[in-house]
């Protein structure tokens, strides 16, 4: 299965169809009847997008809320947190799934018995994560397929992070630059309803939006990703995150490969109210730290390519971090290595201008 997922990834097909060829490989050898794939922002973890099989489009926007909201130990992040790969609703409840309230709400409703979950980890980022079901009646998923799914996991994360790096072409095979007739700024703006609907929203939005649509999950035209952000902003609004403030925020990736980051903000003080969604083309600042994930530096490595990147000399990143500047050099040498540039203005042209090429391209 791994030597496939590889060859998935070597043939570098557009991220949705890398997804949904990935199900075709994940199911068979794992025993799946049904599963979802998303994709995220590997430095917020926010999913930002999702393709599916044999699940119910009705059910996605309760999953989200459950990702969110409940206490289920199943979630995306509370997988992570407890330091695993994967996780399974059977091996959570201890065998007693009617423990967990994503089995009692969505899995057993729709049919569905034991749930693998894994997330897609590499080099310090979360690139994505699966969830993966069996029909009802049938038996859980064992520990053999467990470690499988934990290899799978790993080939998967590293495909993703490979995603993030620019090429000439963008994921549709277009290049990704930037439109001289175009104004060097753009702007979209929305609000997301208490049920997830679409109420306003001005064209640089709708344009984004259709770009960005779910169809199959989300019939109303707002993608599973922007759901999934709004309620964060709730979440942060409750008395147990109020220290978060209201306001969320992540990236987004469109189909010809410009990073957009979209921020939210809840418009009152009800976790039930509105969400007020801002869209604009992101900024070196926010792609940066992407970028860093993305070309596989170490730990140091980042802390020493971020200070180069804001223009401090050696023997400043060399105080700033409490290290010789012998060895911010041998850094910054691995870093060249890495990416393949010889001066540190290469770098940060590598690091930024790709990403930001289209800052001056507006959605429509």
Same mark, same amino acid.
């Given at each position: 299965?791994?030597?496939?997922?590889?060859?998935?990834?070597?043939?570098?097909?557009?991220?949705?169809?890398?997804?949904?060829q990935l199900l075709t490989?994940?199911? &068979?050898?794992?025993?799946?009847?049904?599963?979802?794939?998303?994709?995220?922002?590997?430095?917020? =973890?926010?999913?930002?997008?999702?393709?599916?099989?044999?699940?119910?489009?009705?059910?996605?926007?309760?999953?989200?809320?459950?990702?969110? !909201?409940?206490?289920?130990?199943? +979630?995306?992040?509370?997988?992570?947190?407890?330091?695993?790969?994967?996780?399974?609703?059977?091996?959570?409840?201890?065998?007693?799934?009617?423990?967990?309230? +994503?089995?009692?709400?969505?899995?057993?409703?729709?049919?569905?018995?034991?749930?693998?979950?894994?997330?897609?980890?590499?080099?310090? #980022?979360?690139?994505?994560?699966?969830?993966l079901m069996r029909e009802? =009646?049938?038996?859980?998923?064992?520990?053999?397929?467990? +470690?499988?799914?934990?290899?799978?996991?790993?080939?998967?994360?590293?495909?993703?992070?490979?995603?993030?790096?620019?090429?000439?072409?963008? *994921?549709?095979?277009?290049?990704? +630059?930037?439109?001289?007739?175009?104004?060097?700024?753009?702007?979209?703006?929305? /609000?997301?309803?208490?049920?997830?609907?679409?109420?306003?929203?001005?064209? =640089?939005?709708?344009?984004?939006?259709?770009?960005?649509?779910?169809?199959?999950?989300?019939?109303? #035209?707002?993608?599973?990703?922007?759901?999934?952000?709004?309620?964060?902003?709730?979440?942060?609004?409750?008395?147990?995150?109020?220290?978060?403030?209201?306001?969320?925020?992540?990236?987004?990736?469109?189909?010809?490969?410009? !990073? /957009?980051?979209?921020?939210?903000?809840?418009?009152?003080? @009800?976790?039930?109210?509105?969400?007020?969604?801002?869209?604009?083309?992101?900024? *070196?600042?926010?792609?940066?730290?992407?970028?860093?994930?993305? %070309?596989?530096? @170490?730990?140091?490595?980042?802390?020493?390519?971020?200070?180069?990147?804001? =223009?401090?000399?050696?023997?400043?990143?060399? %105080?700033?971090?409490?290290?010789?500047?012998?060895?911010?050099?041998? %850094?910054?040498?691995?870093?060249?290595?890495?990416?393949?540039?010889?001066?540190?203005?290469?770098?940060v042209a590598l690091l930024?201008?790709?990403?930001?090429?289209?800052?001056?391209? &507006?959605?429509?």
């Amino acid at each position: 299965m791994v030597g496939e997922i590889d060859d998935l990834a070597a043939a570098k097909l557009p991220l949705e169809q890398f997804f949904r060829q990935l199900l075709t490989v994940l199911g &068979p050898a794992l025993g799946s009847e049904a599963g979802c794939l998303h994709g995220a922002d590997p430095v917020t =973890g926010f999913l930002t997008s999702t393709v599916a099989e044999g699940l119910q489009p009705t059910a996605f926007e309760h999953a989200i809320r459950l990702e969110m !909201w409940s206490d289920d130990t199943t +979630r995306f992040v509370d997988i992570r947190a407890a330091g695993r790969v994967v996780e399974t609703v059977h091996r959570a409840t201890g065998g007693r799934p009617e423990r967990s309230v +994503r089995y009692r709400e969505l899995l057993a409703e729709f049919g569905l018995g034991d749930e693998l979950r894994m997330n897609f980890d590499v080099g310090g #980022g979360r690139w994505g994560a699966a969830a993966l079901m069996r029909e009802a =009646g049938s038996a859980p998923f064992g520990a053999s397929e467990q +470690r499988l799914a934990e290899r799978a996991a790993r080939a998967v994360a590293a495909a993703l992070r490979d995603y993030a790096l620019p090429t000439a072409a963008g *994921p549709d095979g277009q290049g990704v +630059r930037a439109d001289p007739q175009d104004g060097p700024y753009w702007l979209g703006v929305a /609000v997301i309803g208490p049920t997830g609907q679409l109420t306003s929203a001005d064209s =640089g939005a709708r344009q984004l939006f259709e770009e960005l649509s779910e169809p199959r999950y989300r019939p109303a #035209g707002v993608p599973t990703a922007l759901i999934y952000l709004s309620e964060r902003a709730r979440t942060h609004a409750t008395s147990a995150n109020a220290n978060a403030g209201s306001h969320a925020w992540t990236r987004l990736r469109r189909p010809s490969g410009q !990073w /957009v980051a979209v921020r939210a903000s809840l418009l009152d003080q @009800s976790p039930r109210g509105s969400v007020a969604l801002v869209a604009q083309p992101a900024s *070196p600042v926010d792609v940066i730290p992407l970028s860093l994930l993305a %070309h596989r530096f @170490s730990p140091r490595e980042q802390e020493v390519v971020l200070q180069a990147v804001r =223009g401090l000399s050696t023997r400043d990143i060399a %105080h700033r971090l409490f290290l010789s500047p012998a060895t911010v050099q041998d %850094h910054l040498k691995s870093a060249f290595t890495k990416t393949g540039v010889r001066s540190r203005r290469e770098l940060v042209a590598l690091l930024a201008a790709p990403y930001t090429a289209g800052l001056g391209r &507006p959605p429509g």
